[in-house]
């Protein structure tokens, strides 16, 4: 592993130099990374193809077109985003101007997984790179086309002192976690998590954890409830499910199971017809996923389903009938099973929700305003989009991250440059004029100096 620590090295040594760090360079960057993407496009949905069956839609904007729109917002916003910002100073502190001051942070590794392979390894580099940092990336060997991919496009765009790619399983991840970065950006499961976190505590290196859970999803007092249930077999079956924030179960009023399951059916036809051989929809990762969703389908009563097939990786959806100790509950699905559940009202679905980890994301559907200010503010979740599902991860202004056990840190927007930003806190004093009482000796003036702080505290 010695080619990784040399790499390492370089890196550490190109950002000593400043290099990275003026705002037309960190321009220039992005660019060349939206160029990337721009001029391979074909190639990357090919890739993402092979890997997960995406289509070109879904590829583009789940994936290449996310990317390339968040580096174009950076180079719009990056002048404002690195000058200082003013913020007040103490009457005590008088004469005194203070301000924040972002700067880069060094050497980073940002860490991907394999459901979004191109869009979760290239959307932390936009901050990485906007803030004035260097970046080893370590892709998901379980897309492999899109890891290949990524390792041959990369050298042509970026010197490897500025952006790598580091391909490989647990040995190479293992030894890149032994290096003494600046920053650690980790999308994945909770279990790894704590293994990035683990070795990143040896060097006191901040970590960014983007993780997942299951994601609850209400229905309750719904008018329009054929809309509702549009929008989230779209949001569950993009990418066939294997989204961390996709709606991870429903909960529904006692006697609405029936209704909804007619409507589920109704729509997955409308958008794929026969999903079997839908252009539109996905496949299965790899057979140990397959065989792991699979076994959450025994002995279950399935609602509505569209048939499996092993060799090909394909399994449709399913909507199940569940209860908390269905297997399906047990952990978060991340594929195209959704169970659902029915309670008496939505008190007792926001008990259940409150009894189980800190999901990543939460939605609630419903005409009620109480409805929906009881979930929000006693349902706690990395993110919540009301009477809709997972959109909100695509706006600029909305950071996106966990809570509790699906993850720490977020980004998208400013909060990607502020994540791999250092905020520097600065106070300039002048020499004209200054305050003796804070000076020794302080006999005598304990009971002033208690006055003074009571008139301007």
């Not at 976690?177 to 980790?186: E, T």
């Not at 991870?248 to 729509?267: H, N, P, Q, T």
Request: hydrophobic share 40%.
């Amino acid at each position: 592993m010695q080619e990784i620590q040399t790499l390492f090295e370089k890196q550490k040594n190109f950002f000593l130099d400043g290099k990275t760090q003026p705002l037309e360079a960190r321009k220039e960057s992005l660019k060349r990374l939206i160029n990337m993407i721009e001029e391979n496009e074909a190639s990357i949905f090919k890739a993402l193809e092979s890997d997960l069956g995406k289509s070109n839609f879904e590829s583009f904007i789940g994936e290449t077109g996310y990317v390339a729109g968040e580096a174009r917002h950076a180079i719009k916003k990056l002048k404002k985003w690195m000058k200082k910002r003013r913020v007040s100073s103490p009457l005590l502190q008088f004469p005194a101007r203070s301000y924040i001051q972002a700067e880069p942070l060094g050497v980073t590794l940002i860490i991907s997984p394999w459901n979004y392979p191109f869009q979760l390894l290239f959307s932390p580099l936009v901050g990485a790179l906007a803030a004035g940092n260097t970046a080893i990336l370590k892709p998901s060997e379980v897309a492999p086309a899109t890891s290949k991919l990524a390792a041959e496009l990369v050298p042509k765009y970026f010197r490897e002192e500025q952006v790598a790619v580091v391909e490989g399983e647990v040995p190479e991840t293992t030894a890149l976690l032994k290096l003494n970065f600046d920053y650690i950006f980790y999308t994945g499961n909770e279990f790894v998590g704590k293994i990035v976190m683990e070795a990143a505590a040896k060097h006191l290196t901040p970590v960014t954890l983007e993780l997942g859970g299951k994601s609850p999803c209400g229905l309750f007092e719904v008018h329009n409830m054929e809309l509702a249930v549009r929008r989230i077999v779209w949001g569950k079956y993009f990418n066939s499910g294997q989204t961390c924030v996709a709606p991870d179960y429903l909960l529904v009023k006692k006697g609405k199971a029936s209704e909804v399951a007619g409507l589920f059916k109704k729509i997955v036809e409308e958008f794929y017809r026969d999903p079997s051989t839908s252009e539109d929809y996905g496949r299965i990762v790899n057979a140990r996923h397959f065989k792991r969703l699979d076994n959450m389908l025994v002995d279950e009563k399935l609602l509505v389903e569209y048939g499996k097939d092993s060799e090909k990786l394909f399994m449709g959806p399913v909507l199940l009938e569940a209860n908390e100790f269905s297997k399906s509950m047990e952990s978060e699905i991340f594929g195209p099973i959704l169970p659902i559940i029915e309670f008496e009202n939505i008190r007792e679905a926001i008990k259940f929700v409150r009894s189980k980890p800190k999901p990543l994301a939460s939605y609630i559907f419903s005409d009620s305003d109480n409805n929906i200010n009881d979930w929000r503010e006693l349902i706690s979740s990395g993110g919540l989009c009301i009477n809709d599902t997972i959109v909100h991860l695509s706006s600029e202004t909305l950071p996106f991250g966990g809570v509790g056990s699906s993850g720490m840190g977020s980004y998208h927007g400013q909060k990607s440059f502020d994540t791999f930003s250092h905020l520097k806190s600065i106070m300039k004093r002048y020499l004209f004029w200054d305050l003796p009482l804070r000076y020794p000796p302080y006999g005598g003036k304990l009971s002033l100096i208690r006055k003074i702080f009571r008139i301007f505290s």
